[in-house]
């Protein structure tokens, strides 16, 4: 499939240079008008290709090809495979990740992932397009994940989350009770974290390296998941930096490591996966800055019932 914008120039255009439009009014890098010019059928107006340096008239059609068949993500196999679509459009995909589902082909998983589910689906609805994820989730956590259509979109969508405009929220279940204080409001947690160093894909904290910033708040206690395991609470949790684990590393260097966690928990016997979900997304569909929020109920956080008044507030 070939995405391209075709945009017709006013008045107020006339006299502008192609570059100094892509620039100015669609806020495209000099690294991504660079690509378009040698893209083909790339740059064109009124049907016929352009250099960037070409000047604009009013009621020129500027058409602007971004993708185009041989971008297909050629890398990953299309697999057939149910996928739960929560957005789509033309430039975006958002699809619920399930526990257990790895997000890129690698190691063991090389055509049982996200992305070869995903790429699967668009294929089946001719849409041969390259996918870009736009962050990942681990194996075991549950949750929200967004793939980029194109190359500018998920470029636009990369600065967001640099710029902190594109959001997401967790939910998780915790060993133990928290202070009253987690409950009452937003707590903050700033502490490095850094490779255990022991040979396994641990992490520690450390009282140097990578900034790693955790926002946290104690919504729910629940009964244990096992009659002789400790009180437990679901706490919600935003990163305002986004390291290796890093939610895992500090819920457990705050003594509530979450629940079933076979690296930071407490070794509860036939668990395997920690009690983390990417239960909300929010982002600006990069090229009409619509706002998105996506919200979906976890699989995995026994949420009490009715939990609906409490989630509504941070919605």
């Known amino acids: 499939m070939e995405k391209s914008i075709t945009i017709t120039m006013t008045a107020a255009d006339d006299g502008t240079s192609v570059e100094q439009y892509l620039r100015k009014e669609l806020q495209l890098t000099k690294a991504q008008i660079r690509s378009l010019k040698f893209r083909r059928p790339g740059i064109q107006i009124?049907?016929?290709?352009?250099?960037?340096?070409?000047?604009?008239?009013?009621?020129d059609r500027l058409e602007l090809f971004l993708e185009n068949p041989d971008d297909t993500s050629v890398r990953i196999t299309p697999t057939p495979h149910p996928v739960e679509i929560l957005y789509e459009d033309e430039d975006v995909i958002c699809v619920w990740k399930p526990c257990?589902?790895?997000?890129?082909?690698?190691g063991a998983h090389q055509n049982d992932t996200l992305s070869n589910y995903v790429l699967g689906y668009l294929m089946q609805k001719n849409e041969n397009v390259r996918i870009r994820s736009i962050g990942r989730l681990d194996l075991d956590t549950e949750g929200i994940l967004v793939f980029a259509k194109n190359k500018i979109a998920a470029s636009r969508l990369w600065e967001q989350r640099q710029n902190h405009l594109f959001q997401k929220e967790y939910l998780a279940l915790c060993q133990g009770s928290f202070p009253p204080d987690a409950y009452a409001q937003e707590q903050i947690l700033s502490l490095p974290v850094i490779p255990a160093g022991d040979g396994t894909k641990r992490m520690k904290t450390s009282t140097d390296g990578p900034e790693a910033v955790t926002c946290y708040q104690a919504l729910f206690s629940v009964s244990g998941q096992t009659e002789t395991a400790q009180p437990q609470t679901i706490v919600r949790l935003r990163l305002k930096t986004g390291r290796t684990h890093q939610i895992r590393v500090h819920m457990a260097a705050l003594g509530h490591p979450l629940f079933g966690d076979?690296?930071?928990?407490?070794?509860?016997f036939g668990l395997t996966h920690a009690h983390l979900s990417a239960w909300k997304i929010r982002f600006w569909q990069p090229f009409t800055r619509e706002p998105v929020c996506l919200t979906r109920r976890p699989d995995r956080i026994p949420l009490p019932d009715p939990a609906e008044p409490v989630l509504q507030r941070y919605s």
């Open 46 to 59: 009124n049907g016929l290709p352009a250099r960037t340096s070409q000047v604009l008239h009013s009621e």
């Open 100 to 106: 257990g589902t790895a997000t890129h082909p690698a």
């Open 262 to 268: 076979p690296l930071y928990g407490n070794g509860v």
